[in-house]
C-alpha cells in the first residue's frame, strides 16, 4: 500500500502564504511524476502544479507566479509553495503520484482562504 502524507493546510487570510508538504516513498519519489491536484466544493478536481521525475514543471495558468513546486531529495518530499493567496484557492489539495498505470493520491488536506 503506498501511501502519500500530506500536511501543511489550513486557514489564511486573502494575500497571505502556506506551504503543503508530500512525503512519499522513496522509490515513488524517484521515479513518478508528482504533482498538486485541488478540487473546490462543486468543482471538478484539477491540476494545480506538477513536475516530472525529469524535473520539468508546469503550473495550471490561475496559479502562475503565485504557487511554487519543489522537492527535497534528502527527504522524499514535495513541497507546494503558495504566495499571494485569493479566496478562489479555497478547496482540498491532493498529492498525486503518476506513472501510467499507476497513479497514488494523498488524503487531502484543507486549504481556506478568507478573511
Known amino acids: 500500500q503506498v501511501q502519500l502524507v500530506e500536511s501543511g493546510g489550513g486557514l489564511v487570510q486573502p494575500g497571505g502564504s502556506l506551504r503543503l508538504s508530500c512525503a512519499a516513498p522513496v522509490l515513488i519519489f524517484s521515479i513518478y511524476d508528482m504533482g498538486w491536484y485541488r478540487q473546490a466544493p462543486g468543482k471538478q478536481r484539477e491540476l494545480v502544479a506538477v513536475r516530472s521525475s525529469g524535473g520539468s514543471t508546469n503550473y495550471a495558468d490561475s496559479v502562475k507566479g503565485r504557487f511554487t513546486i519543489s522537492r527535497d531529495n534528502t527527504k522524499n518530499t514535495m513541497y507546494l509553495q503558495m504566495n499571494s493567496l485569493r479566496p478562489e484557492d479555497t478547496a482540498v489539495y491532493y498529492c498525486?503520484?503518476?506513472?501510467?498505470?499507476?497513479?497514488?493520491w494523498g488524503q487531502g488536506t484543507q486549504v481556506t482562504v478568507s478573511s
Open positions: 498525486n503520484a503518476n506513472r501510467p498505470p499507476r497513479a497514488y
